[in-house]
C-alpha cells in the first residue's frame, strides 16, 4: 500500500494527459451542474422539514437561531454520515495497487458523485451557516475551500478522482460525532443532564477526527500533493498551472485548518473541562 502512495516523476504520462482537453466535456458538466443544483433542493427540502420538526419538538411559536442552529446540525449529521458510508465503500473497493499515474489524475470519473455531492452540500451549509446559523470564521473558510477543490474534481479533466471517496467521503466519518456534540453544545442543559454522554461523544469525535483527519490523512495528503505538484510543474499551459495551483492552494488550508482544529482537541482530551465547566466551550471547533 505505501508504494502506491509514493507517487513518481512520470513524464511519458503527463505528456499525454497535457495534450487531451483540459475540462470534461461540455454536455457532462452542465449535467453536473443539474446534479448539484439537485443535491441543494434535496438537502434544502430536508432542512425544511426538519426545522419544522425541532419547531414542534421545541414547542416554539416561532422559528429561532435555536431551531435553524438544531436543523442544521441534524442536517449535517445525515449528509455528512451518507458520504462517510460512501467514501468506506468505494475506498475499500478501489484497487491500492498497480494504479497508473494516467488514472489517478484523470480516471474515475464515476467517482464525481462525492465532488457534486460535496459541493451540492457545502453551498447549503454556507448559505445557511452565514445567514440562520452564524458560522464561525474558521468553517466559512472550510466550506469555500471544499468547494474550490471539489469544482476541479468535478469538471477538470485532471481532477484527481481517484483519491476523492477518502477526501470528500471517508473522513465525514469524523463529523457525525462533531454534530452531535455540537448539539449538546446548542443545549446547555443537555450537557447538565447528561455529562456521560457528552465526555463520551467529545472523545469519539476527538478519536475519529485525529484518526482519519491527521494520522491516515497525513501519507494519503501528501501522496496526493506531490503528484499534483508534479503534475502542475510539467504543464506548459498557464490556464492549467492557474486552476491547479488554486486546487493545490485550497486543499493546503483544508490540511491547515485540520492541523489547527487537531491542536485543540488534543488540548481538549489532554486537559479536558472539570464537569461543572461543561456547559462551557470545548474548544471543538469553537
Not at 33 to 44: E, K
Not at 75 to 97: A, E, H, K, R, S
Not at 101 to 113: P, Q, S, V
Not at 233 to 243: M, P, Q, R
Amino acid at each position: 500500500m505505501l508504494s502506491s502512495l509514493i507517487p513518481s516523476y512520470d513524464v511519458v504520462a503527463f505528456n499525454e494527459i497535457h495534450t487531451a482537453s483540459r475540462f470534461l466535456p461540455s454536455d457532462e458538466n452542465y449535467d453536473s451542474l443539474y446534479s448539484i443544483m439537485y443535491v441543494m433542493v434535496c438537502i434544502t427540502i430536508l432542512n425544511l422539514i426538519l426545522l419544522q420538526a425541532v419547531k414542534l419538538w421545541q414547542r416554539q411559536k416561532s422559528i429561532t437561531t435555536a431551531t435553524w442552529k438544531a436543523s442544521y446540525q441534524i442536517t449535517n449529521l445525515i449528509v455528512n454520515l451518507l458520504l462517510g458510508c460512501m467514501g468506506v465503500y468505494y475506498q475499500f473497493n478501489l484497487p491500492l495497487d498497480n494504479v497508473s499515474t494516467i488514472d489517478k489524475i484523470i480516471g474515475y470519473e464515476n467517482l464525481k458523485i462525492f465532488s457534486l455531492g460535496q459541493i451540492g452540500y457545502q453551498l447549503w451549509a454556507l448559505t445557511v451557516g452565514i445567514i440562520y446559523v452564524g458560522e464561525t470564521r474558521p468553517m466559512i473558510i472550510h466550506h469555500v475551500a471544499v468547494i474550490c477543490v471539489c469544482t476541479v474534481s468535478a469538471f477538470v479533466r485532471c481532477g484527481f478522482r481517484y483519491y476523492t471517496p477518502y477526501f470528500y467521503g471517508l473522513i465525514e466519518i469524523s463529523s457525525v460525532p462533531l454534530s452531535v456534540m455540537n448539539s449538546f453544545k446548542n443545549n446547555k442543559q443537555w450537557i447538565k443532564d447528561y455529562p456521560d454522554v457528552y465526555s463520551a461523544v467529545r472523545l469519539i469525535f476527538g478519536v475519529t477526527f485525529l484518526s482519519v483527519r491527521v494520522i491516515l490523512w497525513t501519507p494519503y495528503y501528501w501522496s496526493f500533493f506531490a503528484l499534483c505538484s508534479m503534475f502542475t510543474y510539467s504543464s506548459d499551459a498557464l490556464t492549467s498551472k492557474f486552476i491547479l495551483i488554486v486546487f493545490l492552494l485550497a486543499s493546503l488550508v483544508l490540511t491547515f485548518l485540520q492541523i489547527f482544529w487537531a491542536s485543540k482537541i488534543v488540548k481538549a482530551l489532554l486537559f479536558p473541562p472539570k464537569k461543572k465547566d461543561q456547559s462551557k466551550k470545548t474548544g471543538f471547533y469553537d
